[in-house]
């Protein structure tokens, strides 16, 4: 038991204090009298209607108070429902199974977080995850998964009755990859150990402003030993028994037709796409679209896993200004580094893209392949248009490189394309060669990242990202 988390009868008592407390300054107060009269009575209406507010124009045009009321009434609601579970016979919740109960709660709670951000209310609803994670058995019992049963008095501080539901054994992530391994015709230049003044010092070049696999520079990292990442019921643990709910990309690439993204728990995330068996070839086919929890910044939603980490000290150095990134939009000098997670089963692609910021990409789990080619070899890489159905997909290149690896066998880094029925590629490689006919000719550099390796990606550099096996990435973006 977590001594430090408040009880649920502690956090109720908070949040019904907070929720009610008055502040003319509160910009919640922008959303008028009509609005905030909904929130104590009315939670669903309230939520509704601060739903619609946010897809009635552009996200970044969205006002906070509507954010605000959609945390608001997301918090009212969390607050009615354990409430009303103390009270048996609630008719308003009949609907709500017994062990459903903390399933809604966490749901609501992390929309608030994922939609909108819980804009002053990310401690009260950090908070409440505290809470709920205290009443949770601890999760390292072998072989056994669980279960909520038997809620009648959330209030009290309790360990949560539990009882096995499906297995999800004390194991690591199966390492499934290609049946070979990418043969690197150019690869990356490695260094070990490299200090913070030597990188300085590499970065405020611009002529060095180049690709680097840096070897030994995460080591210490509790995510690769202590608290493994590697282990799926750590991660459960961290998640709720897997309740937490993570934004995923389905579809090998974004690029891809059919592509989507969906709302899920981490424990259907985990089932449906990173412990089911996926059958991956090395040049892309598999059996079924994978899934990607990819560039969310899961550790501002779920901090316990961001004390398992460490911001790279390369990301507090200073690159000199490069000339020749006039093909990416200019960015804002960033306070703090911003970090995303990559989290995917082998076959999940980044395609052909360019960043505006210099990326320290760290590898936890499993390996990756990857290939960059500079800012000067931008016009052999063909660019997508800056408005593609509202969308400016300038940074993405038109080229799929699989693709291009099949018809050109001369830059594949898969061997088995060497033996393609050339017969049967002469008319795609027209095609190619007639659309894209510099790209061939284009010089790139490649490289494996394994597990404890960064990967220096400067600002501009075009960057081909695919997954070799199961694999947690973090990004770290910095200027």
């Given at each position: 038991?977590?001594?430090?988390?408040?009880?649920?009868?502690e956090?109720?008592?908070?949040?019904?204090?907070?929720?009610?407390?008055?502040?003319?300054?509160?910009?919640?107060?922008?959303?008028?009298?009509?609005?905030?009269?909904?929130?104590?009575?009315?939670?669903?209406?309230?939520?509704?209607?601060?739903?619609?507010?946010?897809?009635?124009?552009?996200?970044?045009?969205?006002?906070?108070?509507?954010?605000?009321l959609?945390?608001?009434?997301?918090l009212w609601?969390?607050?009615?429902?354990?409430?009303?579970?103390?009270?048996t016979?609630s008719?308003?919740?009949?609907?709500?199974?017994?062990?459903?109960?903390?399933?809604?709660?966490?749901?609501?709670?992390?929309?608030?977080?994922?939609?909108?951000?819980?804009?002053?209310?990310?401690?009260?609803?950090?908070l409440?995850?505290?809470?709920?994670?205290?009443l949770?058995?601890?999760?390292?019992?072998?072989?056994?998964e669980y279960?909520?049963?038997?809620?009648?008095?959330?209030?009290?501080?309790?360990?949560?009755?539990?009882q096995?539901?499906?297995?999800?054994?004390?194991?690591?992530?199966?390492?499934?990859?290609?049946?070979?391994?990418?043969?690197?015709?150019?690869?990356?230049?490695?260094?070990?150990?490299?200090?913070?003044?030597?990188?300085?010092?590499?970065?405020?070049?611009?002529?060095?402003?180049?690709?680097?696999?840096?070897?030994?520079?995460?080591e210490?990292?509790?995510?690769?030993?202590?608290?493994?990442?590697?282990?799926?019921?750590?991660?459960?643990?961290?998640?709720?028994?897997?309740?937490r709910l993570?934004?995923?990309?389905?579809?090998?690439?974004?690029?891809?037709?059919?592509?989507?993204?969906?709302?899920?728990?981490?424990?259907?995330?985990?089932?449906?796409?990173?412990?089911?068996?996926?059958?991956?070839?090395?040049?892309?086919?598999?059996?079924?679209?994978?899934?990607?929890l990819?560039?969310?910044?899961?550790?501002?939603?779920?901090?316990?896993?961001?004390?398992?980490?460490?911001?790279p000290?390369?990301?507090?150095?200073?690159?000199?200004?490069?000339?020749?990134?006039?093909?990416?939009?200019?960015?804002?000098?960033?306070?703090?580094?911003?970090?995303?997670?990559?989290?995917?089963?082998?076959g999940?692609?980044?395609?052909?893209?360019?960043?505006?910021?210099?990326?320290?990409?760290?590898?936890?789990?499993?390996?990756?392949?990857?290939?960059?080619?500079?800012?000067?070899?931008?016009?052999?890489?063909?660019?997508?248009?800056?408005?593609?159905?509202?969308?400016?997909?300038?940074?993405?290149?038109?080229?799929?490189?699989?693709?291009?690896?099949?018809?050109?066998?001369?830059?594949?880094?898969?061997t088995?394309?060497?033996?393609?029925?050339?017969?049967?590629?002469?008319?795609?490689?027209?095609?190619?060669e007639?659309?894209y006919p510099?790209?061939?000719?284009?010089?790139?550099?490649?490289?494996?990242?394994?597990?404890?390796?960064?990967?220096?990606?400067?600002?501009?550099?075009?960057h081909?990202v695919?997954?070799?096996?199961?694999?947690?990435?973090?990004?770290?973006?910095?200027?």
């Open positions: 038991m977590n001594n430090d988390a408040p009880t649920l009868e956090i109720f008592q908070l949040t019904r204090q907070e929720l009610t407390a008055a502040s003319k300054t509160d910009s919640i107060r922008e959303c008028g009298r009509a609005a905030l009269s909904l929130l104590p009575t009315d939670h669903d209406t309230a939520l509704k209607l601060a739903y619609q507010k946010l897809h009635d124009v552009p996200y970044k045009d969205v006002k906070t108070c509507w954010r605000r959609y945390t608001d009434a997301s609601k969390v607050v009615e429902l354990v409430q009303e579970r103390d009270t016979g008719p308003k919740y009949e609907q709500i199974d017994q062990r459903d109960w903390l399933d809604e709660v966490v749901r609501l709670l992390d929309m608030a977080l994922i939609l909108v951000g819980s804009p002053q209310r990310k401690e009260l609803v950090e409440w995850f505290a809470a709920l994670k205290a949770l058995p601890h999760w390292d019992a072998p072989d056994v279960d909520v049963e038997g809620l009648k008095r959330p209030l009290k501080r309790r360990r949560i009755a539990v096995p539901r499906v297995a999800w054994p004390r194991m690591r992530f199966p390492n499934v990859k290609a049946s070979s391994s990418p043969t690197l015709q150019h690869p990356l230049l490695r260094l070990h150990n490299l200090s913070q003044s030597a990188f300085q010092a590499k970065i405020s070049e611009v002529t060095t402003h180049t690709p680097t696999i840096i070897e030994g520079a995460i210490h990292w509790p995510a690769l030993d202590e608290r493994p990442w590697s282990r799926p019921g750590y991660l459960l643990e961290q998640t709720l028994g897997g309740r993570v934004p995923v990309e389905v579809g090998k690439s974004y690029t891809d037709e059919g592509w989507g993204q969906k709302i899920v728990s981490f424990r259907e995330f985990m089932d449906a796409y990173m412990l089911a068996p996926l059958s991956v070839d090395e040049i892309g086919g598999q059996e079924r679209q994978p899934g990607y990819a560039q969310h910044d899961l550790f501002a939603q779920i901090p316990t896993l961001r004390a398992d980490i460490s911001i000290d390369y990301c507090y150095c200073d690159p000199a200004p490069s000339p020749y990134l006039t093909h990416i939009k200019s960015a804002a000098k960033l306070e703090e580094p911003l970090l995303n997670a990559w989290f995917g089963p082998a999940t692609v980044s395609p052909l893209h360019t960043d505006p910021y210099h990326n320290i990409l760290a590898q936890v789990l499993g390996s990756k392949y990857v290939r960059l080619y500079a800012p000067e070899e931008t016009p052999k890489l063909y660019s997508r248009s800056v408005d593609e159905n509202g969308v400016d997909m300038s940074n993405t290149s038109q080229i799929d490189l699989e693709e291009a690896m099949k018809v050109w066998p001369e830059i594949s880094c898969w088995q394309h060497t033996h393609w029925d050339k017969n049967g590629l002469e008319d795609q490689r027209k095609e190619f007639q659309l510099d790209f061939k000719n284009a010089s790139y550099v490649e490289g494996i990242l394994g597990p404890g390796e960064c990967l220096y990606i400067p600002a501009g550099w075009w081909y695919r997954s070799l096996s199961p694999s947690f990435s973090v990004s770290f973006w910095f200027n």
